[in-house]
């Protein structure tokens, strides 16, 4: 076949030139193509995601964790949906923070752009600001609420959604408290800027958490068999919230 034949100088200036489905169809065309793609730091994963995101999350640390232009991209395209958050809130422009205007008795929420179904998957949520009374990280699928009036726990209010609060360390689903999290004495309490890894397991169709490399349990169980989305609900004003997708996550 011809396109086996192409040299990698002329592989990176076409595939610079198409689309991310684009690529993931030339990735399925022959082995030196599925070989050079699979380089996930290759400088036609590099083109692409200098094109797509913000310099100032390029030169940040927000995607320390995120080691290489494929992933980078990858985390991007699973980040928070501009248009898919509480009218008190927006996406900041490096693309991964969402923040919260600062409005008195509103409960705000935000979601991610991709919602699982099957598969294993892991993100890091970290507040960059003060947690205020409530501060929510779990789920939702795309019928949940992203606003209600005064301060609750949005997410975790209702059917539709799973959720921690942060500042009592306290699992909430359909309105109803389900207990301590994660279930030890004396639980250290979240500090600003600590990232807590989110682990859905679609297979299992449960959720966990990890903190500090320290996995801290089974959070939620029996989750259904629908999109669910990484969300977070917040309360204080101009705090703000990142998320970074990490892909499968690690066992061991």
Not at 44 to 68: G, I, M, Q, Y
Not at 72 to 83: E, I
Not at 166 to 185: A, E, I, R, W
Not at 195 to 207: G, H
Request: glycine share 8%; aromatic share 12%.
């Amino acid at each position: 076949m011809a396109a086996a034949k192409l040299s990698s100088d002329i592989l990176e200036i076409i595939f610079s030139y198409l689309s991310i489905s684009d690529l993931r169809n030339c990735s399925l065309v022959c082995k030196p193509w599925y070989k050079y793609l699979n380089d996930e730091d290759n400088d036609v994963w590099r083109f692409h995601c200098v094109r797509k995101l913000a310099e100032e999350a390029l030169k940040s640390d927000l995607l320390k964790n995120v080691p290489t232009y494929k992933a980078k991209l990858r985390a991007f395209y699973h980040a928070w949906n501009p248009n898919d958050c509480s009218k008190n809130m927006y996406v900041k422009s490096n693309g991964f923070s969402v923040h919260r205007n600062p409005i008195a008795q509103s409960t705000d929420g935000a979601r991610g752009k991709i919602g699982f179904r099957s598969g294993r998957h892991c993100w890091e949520v970290w507040w960059e600001g003060p947690l205020g009374t409530i501060a929510m990280i779990g789920l939702a699928t795309k019928y949940a609420p992203l606003y209600c009036h005064g301060y609750v726990g949005l997410l975790g209010g209702n059917d539709q959604t799973w959720g921690w609060n942060l500042v009592d360390n306290f699992l909430l689903h359909n309105g109803d408290s389900q207990g301590n999290y994660p279930t030890v004495n004396n639980a250290p309490k979240y500090q600003v800027g600590e990232r807590i890894r989110v682990i859905l397991d679609c297979e299992d169709n449960t959720l966990a958490f990890e903190k500090n490399y320290e996995f801290l349990g089974v959070a939620f169980r029996g989750l259904p068999d629908t999109p669910l989305y990484p969300s977070v609900s917040a309360v204080y004003g101009n705090t703000e919230i990142s998320m970074v997708y990490l892909g499968p996550p690690l066992d061991g």
